[in-house]
């Protein structure tokens, strides 16, 4: 996944500029950048790796030199990014979010039409960031070429391009991100989290909507682009990776969480064999759901784990799997009086392998408690998301829905109508699938939130929704 901050101010920007950029590591865990320009200087830029450290210590040296009115900087987990691009359109910097499921066929009809070459990153991978400015490149202006990107890419593109004049912010051709814009006297913003620029004294402006394209300046926001009518932003935006304080189409992340916690908690009143001693959410992202499922049903919430974050907050988490199960692992500390002798009701955000939700449930058990019921916030993912680079699953293979589907059915490779049955939780495969599940990972009780309670949670129209990884739908 990744985010962005952008800044055009009459006045330098480079504070703004690293503090709103910061308010984005909770999306990135690889690399972070920052580009600023300078009438005087010109470019300049600084790029860090961040895997053992955060942004902010990263860039600390780097603020003190960097001055400019215009700016750009971003947290990726994959691509070094910003990337300061010469071509014919001139001198600018660019950052994105995206994920380009057919870069390779992209690179090879720019190689036939001259294109020269790319640089290779470790693993062979073409920058995405880079494939897209050539994108951009092949058209005899900015706009032209980022419309033309947001047709040719399938999966999903969001920008901001930087030039000496000012910012070209573009949503997603099919809203699947957001960019925000926030004001203040004599200067813009422009990010993924609305709540990055609060803090910096800027008050909420616009959002894009989707294939918007604007140009932001210290003075004005002009739409050269209008938001097309259909929209699929991704709803794993308020379920999981967006931060609580977050708005996204005036919708915020925690007051959403609430309302999933509720739906939950309604359905296991109507099932009525559920009585635990207390709720609790996995931390952070199910807490707010496990207070919404408080809330409900009178169940007391409580912290019988902490997470100990002074020096392992979340952008600390390593890039490869087997070390962030054990870093997750260490991060959580049983507080045993809550524990032990207790019927506890946990909620995680998903369960995608189940290996850390399987070692979580152990170590309750193992601190004294009498039951773990689990409520994940979202419906089980059957497929893997084609749109974002947010996954922590690798291949659709790695998901233990997909491992309890080939074992149920004796097949590696169902049929669209089989699968179809498993993402339906009215049907007896789903409930099969979720046994399976149960078992496995030594649950008292598995209850997944419904994919219809779900949109209901979210309460906007579902056909402005993104579902595909839970029930396969475009």
């Known amino acids: 996944m990744g985010g962005f901050f952008g800044v055009a101010s009459h006045d330098d920007c480079v504070f703004d500029l690293y503090y709103g950029t910061d308010y984005h590591s909770h999306l990135g865990t690889r690399r972070a950048g920052m580009a600023v320009y300078n009438k005087e200087i010109g470019f300049d830029r600084a790029i860090h790796n961040i895997e053992s450290s955060n942004f902010r210590p990263k860039f600390e040296k780097d603020i003190k030199t960097m001055n400019g009115n215009i700016g750009i ?22 950052t994105t979010v995206s994920k380009i499921n057919n870069a390779k066929e992209i690179s090879e009809e720019l190689f036939r039409n001259g294109f020269s070459h790319f640089l290779e990153m470790s693993g062979g991978d073409i ?18 070429g980022i419309r033309y990107a947001q047709e040719l890419i399938d999966g999903s593109m969001t920008m901001l391009l ?11 051709k099919w809203g699947r991100t957001p960019i925000q814009i926030g004001h203040k006297d004599g200067s813009y913003c422009c990010c993924f989290e609305s709540f990055a620029y609060l803090n910096l004294g800027y008050q909420p402006e616009k959002e894009l909507g989707p294939g918007e394209i604007d140009f932001i300046t210290p003075d004005a926001v002009e739409v050269l682009q209008a938001p097309n009518k259909k929209m699929k932003i991704c709803t794993f935006l308020w379920i999981y990776y967006g931060y609580p304080a977050s708005c996204y189409e ?33 931390p952070d992202s199910g807490v707010a759901h496990a207070i919404g499922y408080s809330n409900k049903s ?22 490869f799997q087997t070390k962030r199960n054990l870093i997750a692992k260490m991060k959580l500390i ?23 939700l399987r070692e979580t449930t152990e170590y309750l058990y193992n601190s004294g408690a009498k039951e773990v019921h689990i409520r994940p916030a979202c419906p089980p993912l059957v497929y893997g998301c084609k749109y974002l680079n947010f996954s922590r699953s690798n291949s659709e293979a790695e998901l233990i829905t997909r491992r309890k589907i080939a074992k149920l059915e004796g097949s590696k490779n169902p049929t669209a109508e089989i699968l179809a049955e498993y993402t339906n939780p009215d049907s007896d495969r789903y409930e099969a699938m979720l046994e399976e599940i149960r078992k496995e990972l030594n649950f008292t009780s598995l209850h997944f939130h419904r994919l219809d309670d779900m949109l209901d949670s979210v309460e906007i129209d579902p056909s402005c929704l993104c579902t595909y990884c839970w029930n396969g739908q475009e």
């Open 250 to 282: 005036g919708l915020n992340v925690e007051a959403v969480r609430y309302n999933c916690g509720f739906k939950l908690a309604e359905r296991d009143i109507m099932r009525g064999n559920i009585h635990p001693d207390c709720v609790a959410g996995v």
């Open 162 to 172: 930087m030039t000496k004049d000012g910012i070209y912010a573009a949503r997603d």
């Open 73 to 94: 900087g971003c947290i990726s987990d994959f691509e070094p990014q910003p990337l300061i691009v010469r071509s014919h359109h001139g001198t600018y910097a660019i």
């Open 334 to 356: 049983p507080v045993h009086q809550l524990i032990r002798d207790k019927r506890l009701l946990l909620i995680d955000d998903s369960i995608v392998r189940g290996t850390q």
């Open 298 to 319: 009178g169940v007391p919430y409580s912290r019988p784990f902490v997470k100990y974050t002074p020096t392992w907050p979340r952008s600390f988490m390593p890039p």
């Open 127 to 144: 920058n995405p960031t880079e494939l897209v400015a050539a994108i951009i490149n092949q058209k005899d202006s900015i706009v032209e």
